[in-house]
Every structure is written in structure tokens, then in C-alpha cells.
């Protein structure tokens, strides 16, 4: 079945930066967007970013102005830039693709696919 793997997670400082990517197999043509979302522990997960096909992006408030969210359609990989990161950011993060309703991007429940998640750990 169509999947989507994450990678680039790991453990920084306050203040630092963390590139997560994601990649889509063969088997997924996006149609309407992709995104990132997170869970922190103890928390339910949220959304943090997505961005449909025609380059179209939205933010989290907590994260605006700190995380880009990119795609290459080319080589089917969404990424995620986070710069001064806080405490907070700690989580798992997980990639997911909308695929065919795409009046339903952003909602986790119309996600298609996806990954298995790559954990964030922002220290003091």
C-alpha cells in the first residue's frame, strides 16, 4: 500500500534547527496537499503546517514566522524547515498526504496517507 516515511528527526538545543523530510512512494500522486503534523506527549496530535499543489502554505500560530514548509513535486518529498526551536516543539511529527478530497486539507480526518512518524527533541 502507498506510504509515506519521514526522516531527519533527532535532538537540538533551544535555538536550533531541524530539516525534517518526507517521502512519498511511487504509488501516491498528490492531487491536494500534504503537511505535517505533531503529538506531544500527553497531548492529542495538531496540525502545524500544510501546503496544497499550487504552493499554497498554512501555519500553526505557535510556529509562524519559525517553520517553511517546501515541496518538490518532482521528486515527490515535502519538507519541513524549523528554525529557533522551543521546548515545546517536542513531539513526534508525522507527514500525511491529502490525495483526493481536497476541500479537506488540514483535517486529520481526511488524511490518505500517512507516515510513521520521527521524534523531535528540543532540550534547554
Known amino acids: 500500500q502507498a506510504r509515506l516515511v519521514e526522516s531527519g528527526g533527532g535532538s537540538v538545543q533551544a535555538g536550533g534547527s531541524l530539516k525534517l523530510s518526507c517521502a512519498a512512494d511511487g504509488y501516491i500522486s498528490v492531487r491536494c496537499g500534504m503537511g505535517w503534523f505533531r503529538q506531544a506527549p500527553g497531548k492529542e496530535r495538531e496540525l502545524v503546517s500544510t501546503?496544497?499543489?499550487?504552493?499554497?502554505?498554512t501555519y500553526a500560530d505557535s510556529v509562524k514566522g519559525r517553520f517553511t514548509i517546501s515541496q518538490d513535486s518532482a521528486r515527490n518529498t515535502l519538507y519541513l524547515q524549523m528554525n529557533s526551536l522551543k521546548t515545546v516543539d517536542t513531539a513526534v511529527y508525522y507527514c500525511?498526504?491529502?490525495?483526493?478530497?481536497?476541500?479537506?486539507?488540514?483535517?486529520?480526518?481526511?488524511?490518505?496517507?500517512w507516515g510513521k512518524g520521527t521524534l523531535v527533541t528540543v532540550s534547554s
Open positions: 501546503i496544497t499543489t499550487d504552493g499554497t502554505a
Open positions: 500525511a498526504a491529502w490525495l483526493w478530497g481536497c476541500t479537506g486539507v488540514g483535517a486529520a480526518g481526511d488524511v490518505d496517507a
